[in-house]
C-alpha cells in the first residue's frame, strides 16, 4: 500500500508458469509513476501469456489509479486503487474478455513490529459484457464479476533478504458452454523470498515463490518469478 516516492519510478515484472507441466506462461510489465507527489500515482500493466500450444501474445491491459493514504510516519498505510480493463486480448485465443471493465483494489499496510509487515487487500472486477465460448454461430455476451481477498506476512523488513507468506482466496466468473455465468472459488498459498540488491540510485528486487492452488477439488502447484528495477527519472529538489 506504498505509492512511488516523488521522481522515482519502478518497473515490475513478473513471470509465472502454470498448468499442465507448467506449460502455460504468464508475462506481465508494470510501470508505477507518481503524479505530482506521492499522494498520486499513475500505472499501466501490459500482459502477455503463450498458452501451451499455442503463439505468446497481448492480454487486456490495465490502466491504474492508485490515492496514498497514511504512509510516512504512520505504521499503517492505504492505497485505494481504480483500474480501467483494455480489451486488448484476443477472445478466440483465450488471451482476453472482449469487454472494457472496472476493477477496484484496497491494499492495507501495516507494521505489526520492527521486523514484520502484514499487507492486506481486497477488491472486484466488473466485464459488462464479456465474451462466451463460441456457440451456434456467435458468442454469449454477459455481465461478468470476480472478487478476491488476500494476506501476507514479510519478515525481517530491516534485512536485504525477507520471507514472505502470502494467502489469497478468489471467487471468479467465467461464461460456460451454455452461455450462463458461473463462479470458481479458488485457495492459493504463496510461500516466497525476495531481495534488495542496491546499485547507487538504482534498486533490483528479485524474488521467488511456489503458489499451492486448491480448486475444484484438486491442488496444484505453479512456479512465480518478480523482478524490479526503482530509479529516479527526474531531480526533486
Do not use: C
Not at 515490475?12 to 510489465?29: E, K, V
Amino acid at each position: 500500500a506504498y505509492n512511488q516516492e516523488p521522481g522515482v519510478v519502478q518497473h515490475i515484472s513478473t513471470f509465472a508458469a502454470s498448468g499442465a507441466a507448467h506449460r502455460d506462461l504468464f508475462y506481465s510489465l508494470t510501470q508505477e509513476w507518481p503524479f505530482h507527489g506521492q499522494r498520486h500515482q499513475l500505472s499501466y500493466t501490459v500482459p502477455v501469456s503463450r498458452l501451451d500450444g499455442q503463439s505468446a501474445g497481448f492480454g487486456d491491459m490495465l490502466l491504474n489509479y492508485r490515492l496514498q493514504l497514511g504512509a510516512g510516519e504512520r505504521r499503517w498505510a492505504l492505497a485505494p486503487r481504480l483500474s480501467a480493463i483494455l480489451p486488448t486480448g484476443s477472445v478466440s485465443r483465450g488471451l482476453g474478455d472482449g469487454s472494457p471493465g472496472l476493477q477496484g483494489n484496497l491494499p492495507f499496510s501495516y507494521h505489526l513490529t520492527g521486523q514484520v509487515v502484514t499487507h492486506l487487500n481486497a477488491g472486484g472486477t466488473i466485464l459488462p459484457w464479456a465474451q462466451g465460448p463460441f456457440v451456434g454461430g456467435g458468442r454469449p455476451k454477459r455481465t461478468v464479476t470476480s472478487v478476491f481477498a488476500g494476506s501476507s506476512l514479510i519478515a525481517p523488513v530491516t534485512l536485504p533478504v525477507q520471507l514472505m507468506f502470502e494467502t489469497l482466496v478468489t471467487s471468479d466468473g467465467a461464461i460456460g458452454a451454455s452461455g450462463d455465468v458461473g463462479h470458481t472459488t479458488s485457495w492459493i498459498l504463496n510461500p516466497g523470498v525476495r531481495a534488495a540488491l542496491n546499485f547507487g540510485s538504482l534498486q533490483v528486487v528479485p524474488g521467488f515463490s511456489v503458489p499451492f492452488t486448491r480448486s475444484q477439488g484438486e491442488t496444484a502447484h505453479d512456479y512465480f518469478f518478480y523482478l524490479s528495477f526503482e530509479h529516479p527519472f527526474m531531480a526533486t529538489r
